[in-house]
Structures are given as C-alpha cells and as structure tokens.
C-alpha cells in the first residue's frame, strides 16, 4: 500500500538559511500534520491542515509556516533557521471517516526528513 | 486529552509475548486509546486503537479494562524486530467529522526485545 511520502530524506543548512520540506499524503487522505523530534526527544506536534485549510496549531515558531497545496501535499517552510531546529520531521496523514458519532481517525507517518543545521 | 503513563523500560524474550501496560486513570468517554511505536528515528507506527472492547489485530492485542482507566498492548510472539519505543495515547474523538486533532506523544515504554 502506498504510504506518506516525504522529501528530502536529509537536510543540512547554515545557521539564518531557509529550509521546505514537503509531505506527500497517503492518497485520498486530506488531512496532514506535521511534528518535530528533536534529538531524544518524543515528537511534538507543530501544525495541521484538513482540507487546505489550517486546523490545528502546536508549539510552532513563527519563524516556520506550512501549507496545503490542491492536490493535498504540504509544505513546511522554514526561515532564519537556529541550530535548535535540528530535528526529524515527520509528516502524518490521515483520512477522517464520515460523520458518525465516534468517529476517529488514524494518522499514518512517513520516514521523516532529518535537517541538520549547522 | 487524558495523560498516560508507562513503565520507562521492559525486556522481553524473543519469541515469548510481550505486555505493555497504561494507565490512564482519567480517560473520558469519548477517547481513544492508541498504540504507536517508533523504530529508531523511523516514523512513528500505528499498531491498533480501541474504545472499550478488547481489538486484535495481524500486529498486536488490546485488552481495555472494564473501567477504562488502563490498557495493555500485547504482542503476542515477540521478535527482534519489535525492539522499539511503544507510545500509548489517550485521543478524544469529536462527535463530526473532519480533522481529530494531533496526538500527544508521551515518554513511552523502550521495548527491548533479547535473544
């Protein structure tokens, strides 16, 4: 089965330099969240997107900013980067179901993108 | 969301089932319990989720005490290849559709899985 696509794999920048990373969802998924994990860390939740639009917003710098595109990848883009930044991230898709009372939906990872930042 | 807590740590034998527990004493109603585990820095991996009945699935068990306030995940023949960090995660599910919200990683339980 195809799963959540993300690119690049590695990254590395200079300290002030920008960086995009980019999620490719699950097809016929249309929701996306992006999370960070820094070095022993646990992921952390940065922002999500339903439908194109913003749903949700986590422990995001403002220095970062993502979207959803028609065709429902993301973008996170990222600016003035700080060696703090180094840190996976992970792009997660997830379908929700119809409106039922309970109903859930499960969000599936991709391989995440390793930006360094030296 | 309701907080969970785990064992930092569990050894298991290959090939002997593995039993993680949970405690989430102050679950509500209308959240789930879900399984994730990481393999060292490869994306976190759904394992299984349940309400309130015990779930199997081709990967794992769930067994959701009658209370609700805990759970264990099973894996029923553990390998090598399970040796990860499992991530249980309390989630409430909105009574619409659309976007559920993020999940709420915690510390987890660092399996090790020994020969």
């Known amino acids: 089965a195809a799963g959540v696509i993300q690119s690049p794999r590695h990254l590395i920048k200079e300290k002030r330099e920008t960086a995009t990373l980019k999620c490719y969802p699950i097809?016929?998924?249309?929701?996306v969240y992006w999370y960070q994990q820094g070095p022993g860390q646990d992921p952390q939740f940065l922002i999500s997107?339903?439908?194109?639009?913003?749903?949700d917003k986590g422990s995001i710098p403002d220095r970062f900013s993502a979207q959803q595109f028609s065709d429902y990848h993301s973008e996170l883009n990222m600016s003035s980067l700080e060696l703090g930044d180094s840190a996976l991230y992970f792009c997660?898709?997830?379908?929700?179901?119809?409106?039922?009372?309970?109903?859930?939906?499960?969000?599936?990872f991709g391989p995440g993108t390793r930006l360094t930042v030296l | 969301d309701a907080k969970t807590t785990q064992p930092p740590s569990m050894d298991c034998a290959e090939g002997r089932a593995a039993n993680l527990p949970c405690n989430h004493s102050?679950?509500?109603?209308?959240?789930?319990v879900y399984w994730y585990r990481q393999i060292h820095s490869q994306g976190p991996q759904y394992i299984i989720h349940g309400l309130k009945n015990n779930e199997t699935n081709e990967m794992a068990s769930l067994i959701i005490t009658e209370d609700r306030k805990s759970s264990t995940l099973i894996l029923p023949h553990a390998t090598l290849r399970d040796t990860a960090v499992y991530y249980c995660i309390v989630r409430v599910v909105k009574n619409y559709g659309g976007s559920q919200g993020n999940l709420i990683f915690g510390k987890g339980t660092k399996l090790s899985v020994k020969p």
């Open positions: 997660a898709s997830s379908s929700p179901l119809a409106v039922t009372l309970l109903s859930t939906d499960t969000q599936y």
């Open positions: 097809p016929r998924h249309d929701t």
């Open positions: 102050t679950i509500s109603g209308n959240e789930y």
């Open positions: 997107f339903y439908e194109k639009m913003q749903s």
